[in-house]
């Protein structure tokens, strides 16, 4: 045991005065000040706009933009999520984005993700911030080198952090006539609460709740941590498709984050915005469904029926799958053509552009095909589960 503490490499005394003192502190001042002086509705709005504004530069700037490269933004966009971002005191984008990567590639690996929930609730929540466990490499992230506002941040992170978790707080203070108040709810309280949510995508989503996508890692969706993570929470999906600037995939999924890039997009302040295809995201999902039901079969006996039923659904999948693919080929080639025809002339191009219109259609259809599988295999996993069950 005492061979495995020194182990451990050793506290970063900021950090520890950060992530555990200043929570410490204010767990006592807080409420001490709200009892004795009390807080104004302006202080309380204040610290509500501030953790908003820091909570989306990290999800929607940090994570989708920069990490993810989900979609592009004008530069504006850049340096407010930049300063915002500075504002939520977790680290600059070079090394918030660098470790984010690894996380990615690497995945419950212990030795390699730098926050791997499989080494536990603590660790991946808080632990590795408060220890030296990983140095800097950014050889994962020359893009956002290249980024001025991104290069700029990074020099200047320490003198931001500071302007936005002291600065601005003390001058709001100075301007509602309530110094140490503004500074308690709107710095340190604001903060503190921003450090746990967003550390709860670490922790939490890969402890708690669904795996509808795939098994293959420890990342879940989970509604409740979604609006408590700017929509952050539906990180099952995330994870197989992390290009995509939604985490939140369908319209009614609380994902602030997705309706502000799409906000954005609107007024010319995002472009390029990445959507994985329907027909995708329904592939994911049957066949983690095909997974999960031969799973549940192995433990039941007998059940041919069942069996039989199943790999029957199987192999429609795999045929619709097959023709998704053809016509993947045939779009691209008809593009292809297109892009030729743009060169020969408008007349032909839209000819083409009619004879292309099945395609769309064909994949319409296919899309439907495998919705309703989906029900049927549900159907089938709900029979397998009663066997199962009864047996
Ligand atoms: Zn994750
Ligand atoms: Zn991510």
């Known amino acids: 045991m005492r061979q495995q503490q020194t182990d451990k490499p050793p506290l970063i005394k900021l950090n520890v005065a950060l992530f555990v003192g200043l929570p410490i502190l204010a767990l006592v001042l807080v409420p001490y000040w709200g009892l004795t002086v009390g ?12 953790l908003y504004l820091n909570g989306l530069s990290i999800t929607a700037g940090y994570h989708r933009l920069w990490a993810h490269k989900a979609y592009s933004a004008h530069p504006a966009l850049r340096w ?20 984010h990567r690894r996380h ?14 499989k080494r536990g609730f603590w660790y991946s929540h808080i632990g590795w911030i408060l220890r030296a466990y990983n140095s800097n490499d950014f050889s994962n992230i020359p893009d956002i080198q290249r980024d001025p506002v991104a290069q700029f941040q990074h020099t200047h992170y320490v003198a931001l952090a500071i302007l936005m978790n002291l600065g601005l ?41 669904r795996q509808p996508y795939t098994q293959e890692n420890t990342a879940r969706d989970n509604d409740l941590l979604a609006f408590l993570t700017y929509g952050e929470g539906y990180h099952n999906y995330h994870h197989i498709f992390q290009t995509d600037y939604r985490n939140g995939v369908r319209w009614w999924q609380w994902d602030p984050t ?23 995201i329904q592939r994911a999902l049957l066949s983690n469904q095909f997974e999960k039901a031969r799973e549940r079969l192995e433990l039941v006996a007998g059940a041919e029926r069942l069996r039989a039923l199943l790999e029957q659904e199987y192999e429609l999948f795999t045929q619709a799958v097959g023709k998704w693919t053809s016509l993947q080929s045939e779009r691209y080639e008809k593009s292809k053509e297109r892009l030729g025809d743009v060169i020969d002339g408008h007349r032909q191009q839209l000819q083409l552009r009619w004879e292309n219109a099945p395609v769309a259609v064909r994949l319409k259809q296919l899309e439907k095909a495998l919705a309703v599988q989906r029900k049927r295999v549900q159907l089938l996993t709900e029979q397998i589960t009663m066997q199962m069950q009864s047996a």
């Open 39 to 50: 807080y104004s509705a302006s202080q309380w709005i204040l610290a509500v706009v501030f």
């Open 80 to 99: 407010f999520f930049a300063i915002w971002g500075a504002g939520a005191l977790q680290n600059s984008i070079f090394i918030w984005t660098s470790d």
């Open 104 to 117: 990615h590639r690497h995945v419950d690996d212990n030795a390699a993700d730098p926050y791997s929930a």
């Open 169 to 209: 707080p003390l001058l709001l203070g100075v301007m509602l006539g309530d110094v140490i108040g503004t500074l308690l709810l709107v710095g340190a309280a604001r903060l503190i609460v921003n450090h746990h949510v967003t550390f709860f995508i670490n922790s939490l989503a890969h402890i708690w709740g």
């Open 258 to 280: 997705k309706w502000l890039i799409y906000g954005c997009s609107k007024i010319g302040l995002a472009s390029n915005l990445v959507r994985i295809s329907d027909f995708k």
